[in-house]
């Protein structure tokens, strides 16, 4: 029998030819809202229901959550799959990379980050790679056209010495103890900032750094979702060396009440974690 956390990986797998191949015409915004009360695109509709269909069809999978659906879909299973289908979509209409972020967790949704087994995102950039992290390690592959996998990086670790930041919301929008700590961070690192989470966190994996998405004044939980975004993203990172933060702890140690909970959220070399938290606390 195979590995089952394999077949749901394999399942995120074989829906990228077709997401990526369905983007073109798919820009253009549906007329609901997700959940979270965000604007929805036609591609972000597109690749919710490949990732239902292909998940679902998992024997392993017992539910499947989403960003772009209120609860969640229960089958007979043994994992707990949540995704964010794309990660950056509002970048489709000025094409700049996006992706699917992914959890398959142990235990039903909502639960605590420690629960999740494996984690990782599909990056539609330049190539299509999946960064994957399982079993204390992560590891980066490219998807080619037709949908075949080949591993190109066997341990991906954050690099030790920083390069690259960025922050979202609006600078009037941070809080002075945040705008503090930027002030410093900016003097030694420089900006990358994409409106793609997954795109920019893949630049901290590759270059080192920091990237967050703070609590602002008039929302101080942030935008990102723990469950889609949060949780998935921090064990990645986490697995690869660095270290997650609400602003107070690791998003691994948060558990979240309400399905589509939004979290301030920071992920990257520790040494600007723990300075990041002690201009907050
Ligand atoms: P999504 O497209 O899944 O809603 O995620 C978008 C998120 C995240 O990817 C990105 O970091 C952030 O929104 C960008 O927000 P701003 O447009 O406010 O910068
Ligand atoms: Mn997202
Ligand atoms: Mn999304």
């Not at 590995?3 to 995120?12: E, G, N």
């Not at 604007?39 to 499947?64: I, K, M, N, P, S």
């Not at 330049?126 to 190109?152: F, H, K, N, W, Y």
Request: aromatic share 8%; charged share 25%; proline share 5%.
């Amino acid at each position: 029998m195979s590995d089952p956390i394999d077949a749901v990986v394999d399942a995120v797998v074989s829906t990228v030819p077709d997401v990526r191949g369905g983007l073109a015409n798919r820009r253009s915004y549906e007329s609901g809202a997700n959940p979270s009360g965000d604007r929805q695109l036609a591609a972000d509709v597109y690749a919710d229901e490949l990732l239902e269909d292909r998940l679902l069809g998992v024997d392993a999978v017992a539910g499947y959550a989403s960003e772009e659906r209120e609860s969640i879909v229960r089958t007979e299973g043994r994992y707990y799959v949540a995704a964010d289908p794309l990660d950056g979509s509002s970048n489709l209409k000025s094409n700049n990379a996006m992706g699917t972020v992914f959890g398959v967790y142990d235990e039903p949704l909502p639960t605590s980050g420690r629960d999740l087994l494996a984690s990782g995102f599909v990056l539609y950039g330049p190539i299509t790679t999946m960064v994957l992290a399982r079993g204390g390690t992560v590891t980066e592959s490219v998807i080619d056209a037709d949908g075949t996998r080949r591993t190109v990086t066997e341990d991906l670790t954050l690099p030790e010495d920083p390069t690259v930041y960025g922050f979202g919301g609006r600078v009037p929008q941070w809080r002075d103890a945040f705008a503090g700590y930027v002030s410093a961070v900016e003097a030694e690192l420089k900006l990358r900032y994409s409106g793609a989470m997954i795109g920019d966190v893949n630049q901290v994996l590759t270059y080192g750094g920091i990237f967050g998405y703070p609590g602002l004044r008039d929302r101080p939980e942030g935008k990102l979702r723990l469950c889609f975004e949060g949780h998935p993203i921090a064990h990645v990172v986490e697995t690869a060396g660095g270290a997650s933060s609400n602003g107070e702890r690791s998003l691994l140690d948060l558990t979240p009440e309400r399905l589509h909970e939004r979290t301030p959220l920071f992920v990257g070399n520790d040494e600007y974690i723990d300075r990041l938290e002690a201009a907050l606390g």
